[in-house]
């Protein structure tokens, strides 16, 4: 929406132009045949924008999906990151088999994703960290020992989605 009120305000900017100058050219005593040339220039670039303006805000419609994609891909990784995490930490967290399948098919989402849609270099990197964060976290779903104290993968689970956590947040800020 931003996008469509700032090409709607050059078109109107280029069009007071126009007319301020057919003003002014026709009040310098200029023959009909001059005006109507520049009536007809003016008009030639108002068309110009008038078909590419539908153009531009589709490019802009589809990159701002596209990033709302990326952002919704994220926010189910991490979800189904946290639910694998809490099954592991706790037994008796009570969540069923569903999310196996689908980590592969979102560890292929996050690979699809294109990361040129996160906008600044620091949203880049923080999606790229996440990605390889939500790849490492994989270590937690192919446990075997889900609820036995292992002080070390318990300490890596922590750190996983501790990092994983500031880089969603930090990734919905620059994707919303």
Known sequence: ?????????????????????IAVVTAKGATSEVTASWVQAFGSIAAIVVVTLPVLLQKSIEKREARQATLSTVRRAFGTMDAVAKRYLD???????WWVPQWDILEAALAQCPVYQCGSPEAVADFLDFRELFRRADAINTADDAGTENPSLRSFIVTIMSNASMSVDRINKALS
């Open 91 to 97: 037994p008796e967290y009570g969540i069923s088999e």
């Open 1 to 21: 929406m931003h996008k469509l009120r700032e090409i709607v305000a050059y078109l109107v900017a280029i069009l007071a132009m126009a007319t301020g100058l």
